[in-house]
């Protein structure tokens, strides 16, 4: 791919955190979710390149879409798997963790995900060659804190707080280890793992399958790890895996399973304060805000704080 599609990939999650943050705190989950998905179409509608969104929202009546064909078709083919806004529920309620997030590749980068749930596995690059899925997380746990050189009871384990994770949470409390609880968007849960100063060490538990994709799109970046399986499988679903020529439906996927190819540029940017990023932040006549941009051919990481001043700034 282009490499100025790196800088492009920031206006995109910038453009949506602008608009999501908006509504921070109103209580409107959808009006969150709806208005940073319209800004990162507009911003992505002018873009040059002839796009497909694999990985987006479900029904057509949201822009970007699964199957959506984006940009002016006058440049170079890619597949874009997308999250305008991880974290709305936590956006709408004024809370922690809400992002923008994009990844884009060459065609055929992403494993086009049904929107179904996996349970997931992530860490950072010095525990990437020890996690097992199909092992305990007690035993997870103790082989993260040997490599990391770590007692149990430092590791940190960041866990969604959701009623389908309770019987993780007893089982990762039996280990001493400790919990991080997050009540929305587990791409930067994932993510975060590949930073120290984070404090979080592994990401477990049960969480979307295309939020999957993207948070191992930006592991794979840094020489990261996510591992994870379908739950929940019944005989629809396992109709619609199927149809994406899986016949095994617990399938262990590994981030060379969700995401193909060596040049995939990924974006974060901060809608809500996180454990990795700031929130956008407002002032006089523009605002502030925070991203992360990953590149996986040079395993290039960009910082960008960007000033944006809303009077040059048509979309504003």
Known sequence: MD?????????????AALFASRHMGKGDEEMCYRSAAEAM???????????????????SDTPLYDGAQVGAKTGGAVDIAVKPLDGKT?????????????????????????????????????????????????INIKRVA??????????????????????????????????KFIQDGDITGAVSTAFPESSVDILMGIGGAKEAIIAAAALKCVDGELQARFI?????????LKDLGIDDP?????????????????????VTDGVLLNGVMYMAGGAKTSSILFRQKTHTLRFIEAIHQFDFKPIF
């Open 3 to 15: 490499r100025h599609l790196t800088i492009e990939a920031v206006r995109l999650t910038e453009a």
């Open 250 to 270: 617990d399938k262990i996927f590994y981030t060379t399973d969700m995401v193909g190819g060596d040049d995939v540029i990924v974006s974060l940017t901060g």
């Open 41 to 59: 179409n507009r911003v992505i509608s002018a873009m040059d390149i002839d796009g497909e969104v694999v990985l987006g929202a479900d029904s």
């Open 146 to 179: 040997r490599v990391k050189g770590r007692y149990i009871e430092d590791i940190t384990v960041c866990v969604l707080d959701r009623k389908r994770n309770e019987a993780l949470v007893k089982e990762i409390r039996k280990t001493g280890a400790k919990i």
């Open 232 to 240: 929940d499988v019944g005989g629809k679903e396992k109709e619609q």
């Open 90 to 138: 936590t956006c709408a309620r004024g809370g922690h963790n809400a992002v923008s997030a994009l990844a884009m590749g060459s065609r055929g980068t992403f494993f086009n995900a049904p929107s179904l749930h996996m349970d997931k596995i992530a860490v950072g690059k010095d525990a990437k060659n020890v996690i097992d899925i199909t092992q305990s997380p007690a």
